[in-house]
């Protein structure tokens, strides 16, 4: 029997084509997508679409969408073998990360896929990327089971876990990178699983969190930071959770504002997870006497998450009502998001 594969169309520039009334980009029916990726009709694949009602650009992706996505995953769970989510590049990377984290037992492919230049276009990269995502959310074993069981992102011939995912390049077709994890398949003459590296459930049943707590600060270091700007950061009424980018393996210039700051705000109840700003590589604390700071007071070390991950996992944590589960959650692999 054919696999069933439904295509969610959030927005990006996957799904413009140019009016040739106006010459303008304008999203077209996703329905009528047979007519403007033929191809897709020599697949052997039962495909259906449905569209976001008022499509979006990625750069006003949020929380909000991101439960309305896996609100539709949730409920066509059981009538698709596959899904496809088509995407805008910008917040791709944090959507991927988000809906891994979202999903508890998930034991079928979640392909999110886009493009740099529209389906309309002559030289464009999204027919390839869509047909491709189309054939691995459709693929399964010998088993008759999906090869790939988790969330992930096809890009530009390359198959990456979600939550190790970034955006790279604003210009190249190449735009997604996996820094800190090698990719899931290649997509040559042939698509060549990585099988062993493919992620597996250890829960007996499919489970949708829809509660994101978005009180999150973000704070990227850099020489000369006055700390004291960011107090507000640390402001307990306002924010529950904190991600610093430090310097490579997890460093930060010796400050005693930021040891108060941090000290306090976790004395509250707050979470900080320490990150690296290096484009690969882990933190590692205490390797470095600049590090032994966060050690010591109790900032939990994000080893080799992305910003994605660590923003998405961090809002996900501090969505659940015990301290103790949040930590629990922020400082262990839970969908092969990190290396510790």
Not at 12 to 35: A, E, P, Y
Not at 196 to 213: D, H
């Amino acid at each position: 029997m054919k696999s069933k594969v439904l295509i969610i169309y959030t927005g990006g520039t996957i799904g413009m084509i140019n009016d040739t009334v106006t010459g303008q980009l304008r999203s077209f029916d996703f329905n009528l997508i047979t007519d403007h990726v033929p191809e897709l009709k020599r697949l052997n694949v039962d495909l259906t679409s449905m569209s976001f009602e008022n499509p979006i650009d990625s750069s006003n992706m949020n929380p909000t969408n991101w439960v309305t996505i896996g609100k539709l995953i949730e409920e066509n769970y059981t009538k698709f073998d596959g899904f496809v989510i088509l995407h805008g590049s910008d917040t791709m990377a944090y959507t991927a990360s988000a809906l891994s984290f979202m999903f508890d037992g998930l034991c079928k492919p979640v392909i999110i896929t886009g493009s740099q230049l529209p389906i309309g276009t002559i030289r464009t990269d999204g027919k390839e990327n869509l047909i491709t995502a189309i054939e691995i959310a459709a693929s399964k074993d010998e088993n008759g089971e999906p090869i790939v069981q988790e969330v992930a992102i096809y890009f530009e011939y390359h198959l990456y876990r979600g939550n190790r995912s970034t955006k790279y390049s604003a210009s190249n077709f190449e735009a997604i990178k996996s820094p800190n994890f090698v990719e899931l398949a290649t997509a040559g003459v042939n698509i060549e699983y990585h099988r062993k590296l493919l992620y597996r459930t250890t829960a007996s049943e499919f489970s949708f969190q829809a509660t994101f707590n978005k009180r999150v600060g973000l704070i990227k270091l850099y020489p000369g930071i006055d700390f004291s700007i960011y107090k507000s950061v640390f402001d307990r009424t306002k924010v529950d959770g904190i991600v610093l980018e430090t310097f490579g393996a997890g460093n930060a210039p010796k400050s005693d504002v930021l040891e108060e700051l941090c000290t306090r705000f976790i004395g509250d109840g707050g979470c900080i997870l320490n990150i690296t700003q290096c484009g690969s590589g882990k933190v590692n604390h205490g390797m470095y006497e600049t590090s032994s700071l966060f050690e010591r007071i109790g900032v939990i070390s994000g080893a080799d998450l992305t910003s994605e991950a660590a923003v998405t996992k961090m809002m996900i944590a501090l969505g659940k009502d015990s301290r103790e589960e949040v930590v629990r959650i922020i400082s262990n692999s839970i969908r092969g998001e990190v290396t510790y």
